[in-house]
Protein backbone atom coordinates (compact mmCIF):
# COMPACT_ATOMS: atom_id res chain seq x y z
CA UNK A 1 0.00 0.00 0.00
CA UNK A 2 1.38 3.73 -0.78
CA UNK A 3 0.06 6.08 1.26
CA UNK A 4 -0.21 9.18 -0.08
CA UNK A 5 2.47 11.48 0.14
CA UNK A 6 0.49 15.04 0.08
CA UNK A 7 -3.17 15.42 1.76
CA UNK A 8 -4.97 18.65 1.26
CA UNK A 9 -7.51 19.43 3.43
CA UNK A 10 -10.07 22.07 2.49
CA UNK A 11 -13.67 23.34 3.58
CA UNK A 12 -15.11 26.34 4.83
CA UNK A 13 -14.26 28.17 8.25
CA UNK A 14 -14.84 25.94 11.56
CA UNK A 15 -15.89 22.65 9.91
CA UNK A 16 -13.31 21.35 11.79
CA UNK A 17 -10.37 21.20 9.74
CA UNK A 18 -7.17 22.05 11.95
CA UNK A 19 -8.44 19.86 14.16
CA UNK A 20 -8.57 16.90 11.58
CA UNK A 21 -5.28 18.04 10.45
CA UNK A 22 -3.40 18.40 13.23
CA UNK A 23 -4.46 14.60 14.04
CA UNK A 24 -3.81 13.21 10.93
CA UNK A 25 -0.14 14.76 10.31
CA UNK A 26 0.38 13.35 13.82
CA UNK A 27 -0.47 10.08 13.03
CA UNK A 28 1.00 9.96 9.84
CA UNK A 29 4.11 11.72 10.74
CA UNK A 30 4.10 14.29 8.52
CA UNK A 31 4.29 18.08 8.77
CA UNK A 32 1.18 19.79 9.66
CA UNK A 33 0.64 23.38 7.58
CA UNK A 34 -2.47 25.50 8.34
CA UNK A 35 -2.49 28.00 5.20
CA UNK A 36 -4.66 30.36 7.18
CA UNK A 37 -2.34 31.60 9.45
CA UNK A 38 -0.24 33.28 6.46
CA UNK A 39 -3.28 35.32 5.43
CA UNK A 40 -3.73 35.80 9.08
CA UNK A 41 0.30 37.26 9.42
CA UNK A 42 -0.43 39.37 6.59
CA UNK A 43 -3.38 41.08 8.17
CA UNK A 44 -1.63 41.21 11.71
CA UNK A 45 1.48 43.36 9.69
CA UNK A 46 -1.43 45.99 7.80
CA UNK A 47 -2.58 46.20 11.41
CA UNK A 48 0.35 46.92 13.31
CA UNK A 49 1.51 49.06 10.63
CA UNK A 50 -1.44 51.17 10.06
CA UNK A 51 -2.32 50.33 6.55
CA UNK A 52 -5.46 50.27 5.39
CA UNK A 53 -6.81 46.89 5.15
CA UNK A 54 -8.72 47.79 2.01
CA UNK A 55 -5.62 49.53 0.29
CA UNK A 56 -4.97 46.59 -1.83
CA UNK A 57 -1.49 47.98 -3.09
CA UNK A 58 -0.26 48.43 -0.21
CA UNK A 59 -1.27 45.18 1.67
CA UNK A 60 0.52 43.27 -1.08
CA UNK A 61 3.39 44.86 -1.47
CA UNK A 62 3.56 44.00 2.75
CA UNK A 63 2.33 40.54 2.25
CA UNK A 64 5.37 40.52 -0.56
CA UNK A 65 8.31 41.61 1.94
CA UNK A 66 7.33 40.07 5.45
CA UNK A 67 8.73 36.93 6.80
CA UNK A 68 6.53 34.57 7.80
CA UNK A 69 7.53 31.29 9.38
CA UNK A 70 5.46 28.02 10.83
CA UNK A 71 7.99 26.17 13.20
CA UNK A 72 7.22 23.19 15.58
CA UNK A 73 5.46 24.37 19.06
CA UNK A 74 8.26 25.69 20.99
CA UNK A 75 5.97 26.69 24.05
CA UNK A 76 3.60 24.20 25.93
CA UNK A 77 0.48 27.05 26.30
CA UNK A 78 -2.12 24.61 24.45
CA UNK A 79 -0.15 25.59 20.55
CA UNK A 80 -0.21 23.39 17.63
CA UNK A 81 2.84 25.38 16.07
CA UNK A 82 4.77 28.51 16.13
CA UNK A 83 3.72 31.47 13.60
CA UNK A 84 6.77 34.00 13.31
CA UNK A 85 6.16 37.27 11.95
CA UNK A 86 9.26 39.33 11.02
CA UNK A 87 10.99 37.22 13.66
CA UNK A 88 8.51 37.88 16.00
CA UNK A 89 6.02 35.12 17.71
CA UNK A 90 2.73 36.20 17.24
CA UNK A 91 1.10 32.74 17.11
CA UNK A 92 -1.88 34.11 19.21
CA UNK A 93 -1.67 37.21 18.25
CA UNK A 94 -2.89 36.05 14.74
CA UNK A 95 -6.08 35.05 16.58
CA UNK A 96 -7.25 37.98 17.83
CA UNK A 97 -10.62 39.61 17.17
CA UNK A 98 -9.21 42.57 14.77
CA UNK A 99 -7.16 39.84 12.84
CA UNK A 100 -10.86 37.50 12.40
CA UNK A 101 -12.80 40.38 10.92
CA UNK A 102 -9.99 41.77 8.12
CA UNK A 103 -8.68 38.58 7.33
CA UNK A 104 -10.98 37.90 4.62
CA UNK A 105 -10.75 40.86 2.94
CA UNK A 106 -7.05 40.76 2.61
CA UNK A 107 -7.48 37.28 1.35
CA UNK A 108 -9.45 38.56 -1.68
CA UNK A 109 -6.44 40.10 -3.17
CA UNK A 110 -5.06 38.43 -6.05
CA UNK A 111 -1.28 39.61 -5.23
CA UNK A 112 -1.82 38.75 -1.71
CA UNK A 113 -2.41 34.91 -2.81
CA UNK A 114 0.17 34.89 -5.10
CA UNK A 115 2.61 35.76 -2.50
CA UNK A 116 1.17 33.29 0.15
CA UNK A 117 0.77 30.44 -2.68
CA UNK A 118 4.26 30.01 -3.85
CA UNK A 119 5.42 29.89 -0.37
CA UNK A 120 3.13 26.87 0.23
CA UNK A 121 3.64 24.90 -2.79
CA UNK A 122 7.13 24.93 -1.72
CA UNK A 123 6.49 23.42 1.17
CA UNK A 124 3.85 21.29 0.08
CA UNK A 125 5.83 19.37 -2.66
CA UNK A 126 8.65 18.66 -0.50
CA UNK A 127 6.26 16.34 0.02
CA UNK A 128 4.94 13.71 3.44
CA UNK A 129 2.66 17.20 3.79
CA UNK A 130 -1.60 17.65 5.21
CA UNK A 131 -1.98 21.06 3.88
CA UNK A 132 -5.17 23.22 5.41
CA UNK A 133 -6.97 25.37 3.89
CA UNK A 134 -9.17 26.94 1.60
CA UNK A 135 -7.69 26.48 -2.01
CA UNK A 136 -5.37 23.85 -1.03
CA UNK A 137 -6.84 21.01 -3.48
CA UNK A 138 -7.65 23.58 -6.57
CA UNK A 139 -4.49 25.90 -6.57
CA UNK A 140 -1.83 25.36 -4.31
CA UNK A 141 -1.81 21.53 -4.63
CA UNK A 142 -3.98 20.43 -7.41
CA UNK A 143 -1.61 17.29 -8.53
CA UNK A 144 -1.85 16.50 -4.35
CA UNK A 145 -2.14 12.52 -3.51
CA UNK A 146 -5.46 13.17 -1.74
CA UNK A 147 -8.15 15.60 -1.64
CA UNK A 148 -10.55 16.24 1.47
CA UNK A 149 -13.10 18.85 1.64
CA UNK A 150 -14.37 18.87 5.16
CA UNK A 151 -17.81 20.58 4.99
CA UNK A 152 -20.93 20.86 8.01
CA UNK A 153 -23.70 23.13 8.05
CA UNK A 154 -23.35 26.78 9.19
CA UNK A 155 -25.46 25.14 11.93
CA UNK A 156 -23.45 23.05 13.31
CA UNK A 157 -20.07 24.89 12.82
CA UNK A 158 -21.53 27.94 14.80
CA UNK A 159 -22.62 25.75 17.68
CA UNK A 160 -19.21 24.04 17.54
CA UNK A 161 -17.80 26.72 18.02
CA UNK A 162 -20.10 28.49 20.51
CA UNK A 163 -19.27 26.06 22.87
CA UNK A 164 -15.35 26.46 22.26
CA UNK A 165 -15.69 30.38 22.72
CA UNK A 166 -17.78 29.41 26.01
CA UNK A 167 -15.49 27.13 27.49
CA UNK A 168 -12.93 29.79 27.29
CA UNK A 169 -14.84 31.67 28.95
CA UNK A 170 -15.49 34.42 25.92
CA UNK A 171 -18.78 36.40 26.03
CA UNK A 172 -20.81 35.46 23.07
CA UNK A 173 -23.82 34.67 21.71
CA UNK A 174 -24.83 32.00 18.88
CA UNK A 175 -26.67 34.29 16.69
CA UNK A 176 -23.53 36.64 16.76
CA UNK A 177 -20.95 33.54 15.57
CA UNK A 178 -23.49 31.96 13.38
CA UNK A 179 -24.05 35.86 11.41
CA UNK A 180 -20.12 35.65 11.34
CA UNK A 181 -19.69 31.86 10.12
CA UNK A 182 -22.39 32.47 7.50
CA UNK A 183 -20.46 36.29 5.97
CA UNK A 184 -17.34 34.29 5.90
CA UNK A 185 -18.35 31.53 3.83
CA UNK A 186 -20.22 33.82 1.67
CA UNK A 187 -16.66 36.04 1.41
CA UNK A 188 -14.32 32.98 0.67
CA UNK A 189 -17.00 31.24 -1.69
CA UNK A 190 -17.40 34.88 -3.99
CA UNK A 191 -14.14 35.97 -4.19
CA UNK A 192 -12.63 36.24 -8.23
CA UNK A 193 -9.44 34.53 -6.71
CA UNK A 194 -9.31 30.55 -5.65
CA UNK A 195 -12.86 30.69 -4.28
CA UNK A 196 -13.84 28.33 -1.84
CA UNK A 197 -15.14 25.18 -3.37
CA UNK A 198 -14.35 21.50 -3.73
CA UNK A 199 -11.51 20.35 -6.53
CA UNK A 200 -13.44 17.85 -9.05
CA UNK A 201 -11.63 14.97 -7.07
CA UNK A 202 -11.60 16.11 -3.86
CA UNK A 203 -13.82 13.24 -1.26
CA UNK A 204 -16.61 15.54 0.24
CA UNK A 205 -16.77 14.75 4.14
CA UNK A 206 -19.68 15.77 5.95
CA UNK A 207 -18.80 15.83 9.58
CA UNK A 208 -22.28 17.20 11.09
CA UNK A 209 -22.90 14.12 12.73
CA UNK A 210 -19.16 13.07 13.52
CA UNK A 211 -17.21 14.11 16.13
CA UNK A 212 -13.07 14.57 15.79
CA UNK A 213 -12.48 11.19 16.73
CA UNK A 214 -15.20 9.42 13.68
CA UNK A 215 -13.48 12.64 11.36
CA UNK A 216 -10.12 11.22 11.79
CA UNK A 217 -11.42 7.89 11.22
CA UNK A 218 -13.06 8.50 8.10
CA UNK A 219 -9.87 10.08 6.98
CA UNK A 220 -7.63 7.48 7.51
CA UNK A 221 -9.74 5.20 5.97
CA UNK A 222 -9.61 7.66 2.68
CA UNK A 223 -5.70 7.62 3.21
CA UNK A 224 -5.90 3.54 3.29
CA UNK A 225 -7.80 3.33 0.15
CA UNK A 226 -6.06 6.44 -1.89
O1 LIG B 1 -8.68 28.93 8.29
P1 LIG B 1 -8.58 30.34 8.90
O2 LIG B 1 -9.82 30.77 9.63
O3 LIG B 1 -7.37 30.54 9.74
O4 LIG B 1 -8.44 31.29 7.62
C1 LIG B 1 -8.34 32.68 7.74
C2 LIG B 1 -8.77 33.35 6.45
O5 LIG B 1 -7.84 33.07 5.41
C3 LIG B 1 -10.15 32.97 5.94
O6 LIG B 1 -10.89 34.15 5.71
C4 LIG B 1 -9.92 32.28 4.64
C5 LIG B 1 -8.51 32.64 4.25
N1 LIG B 1 -7.78 31.52 3.68
C6 LIG B 1 -7.72 31.45 2.31
O7 LIG B 1 -8.32 32.28 1.63
N2 LIG B 1 -7.00 30.46 1.72
C7 LIG B 1 -6.36 29.54 2.46
N3 LIG B 1 -5.66 28.59 1.84
C8 LIG B 1 -6.43 29.59 3.87
C9 LIG B 1 -7.17 30.59 4.46
Given at each position: ???????????????GK???????????????????????????????????????????????????DV????????????????????????????????????????????????????????????????DI??????????????????????????????????????????????????????????????????????????????????????????
Amino acid sequence: MTIPRTIAIDGPAASGKSTLGERLARRLGYLYFDTGVMYRAVTLKALQTGTDVYDEPRVTRLAEIIVIDVRQASVNDGRMYDVFLDGVDVTWEIRSAPVAANVSVVSTYAGVRKAMTEQQRRIGLQGNVVMVGRDIGTVVLPDADLKIYLDASAEERARRRFVEEQARGIPTSYEDILDNVRTRDKIDSSREVAPLRPAEDAIILNSDHLDADGVLEAAIRLVEAA
